[in-house]
């Protein structure tokens, strides 16, 4: 079975300040990673994925993740925070192939607090 | 959100009732899904459609029902028999059915049952 681990329920960062949410995985095999946002009462919008190929995905709205393998870890990361960022943000997996592979998998989430 | 319609955003019944949310996408995606989500839980899978009259079950599927007739719409029953469905509910969906590709979702529907 897959699964993904967010450690942390809310993190907090001041306004232009590195913000780092951090993401495990565990799926059998290669993983398909994704970064997905929520604001309040809406739906999830897409920021990045990992297929394959470089460790370093960049995504939208300056938000980057860094794939490593031998840590089973996706981090979200964004150099310079602002208040907008504030929000949920989620980490799924889904596996290359077998009986789950249709499946993404989420984690439970880590609220951003951006501080001004 | 763009491309995928849940109606309606808030949805009021009492219990017993059964009750249908209702998702439609003009992406022309082949794929689409049902997810729960409750605080602190993140989101769960209740059911998938791959293809146009073909569904299968999720993580949570007790007290659910879907069909799948067209392409653009999926539409979630949500039966007496779920024992605790208020929660925010969420569509979503993805083409092709390719595992690479993200997933779209919808504004979501959240369901109050008292």
């Known amino acids: 079975a897959q699964s993904v681990a967010q450690p942390e329920d809310q993190v907090n960062v001041a306004e232009g300040n590195p913000l780092t949410v951090k993401c495990t995985y565990s799926?059998?095999?290669?993983?398909?990673l994704f970064w997905y946002v929520q604001y309040p009462n809406r739906g999830l919008q897409f920021l990045l994925k990992?297929?394959?190929?470089?460790?370093l995905v960049k995504g939208s709205y300056g938000f980057e993740a860094e794939f490593n393998k031998s840590q089973t870890s996706f981090h979200l990361k964004k150099p310079s925070a602002l208040v907008s960022d504030s929000a949920l943000y989620f980490c799924?997996?889904?596996?290359?192939?077998?009986?789950?592979?249709?499946?993404?998998?989420f984690g439970k989430g880590t609220k951003l607090s951006v501080i001004p | 959100d763009g491309g995928i319609t849940q109606s309606p955003k808030y949805l009021f019944r009492k219990e017993g009732q059964n009750v249908t949310l209702s998702c439609e996408q003009n992406?022309?995606?082949?794929?689409m899904y049902w997810y729960r989500q409750d605080p602190g839980q993140g989101l769960r899978l209740i059911y998938y459609?791959?293809?146009?009259?073909?569904?299968q079950k999720g993580d949570i599927a007790e007290g659910y029902s879907v069909s799948r007739e067209k392409k653009e719409s999926f539409p979630l029953t949500v039966t007496s028999a779920q024992k605790n469905p208020t929660a925010f509910y969420l569509c979503?969906?993805?083409?092709?059915?390719?595992?690479?590709?993200?997933?779209?979702f919808g504004p979501g529907t959240r369901l109050t049952v008292t």
């Open positions: 979503a969906s993805s083409s092709p059915t390719g595992l690479t590709h993200e997933q779209y």
């Open positions: 799926v059998s095999g290669n993983p398909y």
């Open positions: 990992y297929i394959t190929g470089d460790n």
């Open positions: 799924a997996v889904r596996a290359h192939s077998g009986a789950g592979s249709y499946q993404l998998t």
């Open positions: 992406l022309n995606h082949d794929a």
């Open positions: 459609s791959q293809i146009v009259n073909d569904f």
